[in-house]
């Protein structure tokens, strides 16, 4: 089987970017940018508001891939999943909703951040949004750079859970009580479509995985995410 990355999108201190648009991705620490409904979705979405950072963030991050491959806009619900790996998941709402229980003896717990103490809501928020029937779940991850999402989300389409697939990492900053080091600071997905001997004409141009860790793209090797996402904008799309 043959695969190919068709989309590629992000939100980290750097900025936010597509592939098509020819930006460039880093990962790095520091504030994010400010993330927009109506920079990232054209239709009124009144949920997007009350997400907690972690989910906005994940969320935005699959909606810029999804868009970069042209495949946002929908009709009829399709068989897409996602794969998503954290470090962190949703640990600052987590710290954020038990601030809420441990005042007043848990009589001010907060309902909506109760909500999203899952580091998987985002899934089911992108999934609603653009008509996802895939399977879905997120990966925990040590930490670093490395591309492990990546071979989960391979796995999907070689094992025939789905014909097309999300799949990349989101990570807020460590919360303050938590002292991490070299921790990367936001979201970055990839569409991954499983394809013949034909090569789709969106294409970023054709994922390997080797067992070493090593992805390549179109023969251009890739260790990191920094690595990965400027193979794909140098393969065209």
Do not use: H
């Not at 009709?75 to 794969?83: A, L, M, S, T």
């Not at 962190?88 to 441990?102: E, K, N, Q, R, S």
């Amino acid at each position: 089987m043959r695969i190919y990355i068709t989309g590629i999108g992000w939100v980290t201190p750097s900025g936010i970017g597509r592939g098509r648009a020819r930006d460039r991705f880093s990962w790095g620490s520091g504030e994010l940018p400010a993330l927009s409904r109506r920079e990232l979705f054209s239709e009124p979405y009144p949920r997007f508001g009350r997400l907690d950072d972690f989910s906005r963030l994940g969320l935005s991050g699959i909606a810029l891939a999804l868009s970069d491959a042209g495949l946002d806009a929908w009709q009829e619900k399709r068989p897409i999943g996602i794969v998503a790996e954290t470090r962190l998941g949703c640990l600052a709402t987590d710290i954020a909703y038990f601030d809420t229980v441990v005042s007043d003896g848990g009589a001010l717990a907060s309902p909506n951040l109760f909500a999203y103490t899952l580091s998987n809501t985002f899934l089911g928020e992108a999934a609603i949004r653009f008509g996802l029937t895939g399977p879905a779940f997120v990966a925990n991850c040590d930490g670093g750079n490395d591309l492990g999402c990546l071979r989960l989300g391979i796995d999907s389409l070689r094992y025939g859970d789905c014909p097309v697939v999300v799949t990349g990492r989101c990570d807020l900053a460590p919360p303050s009580a938590i002292p991490i080091r070299d921790a990367s600071t936001g979201a970055i997905f990839l569409v991954l479509a499983a394809g013949g001997e034909g090569v789709p004409p969106e294409s970023y141009g054709e994922l390997r995985w080797d067992s070493s860790g090593f992805a390549t793209v179109d023969g251009a090797a890739a260790g990191t995410w920094e690595e990965l996402a400027a193979a794909c904008i140098a393969g065209g799309g």
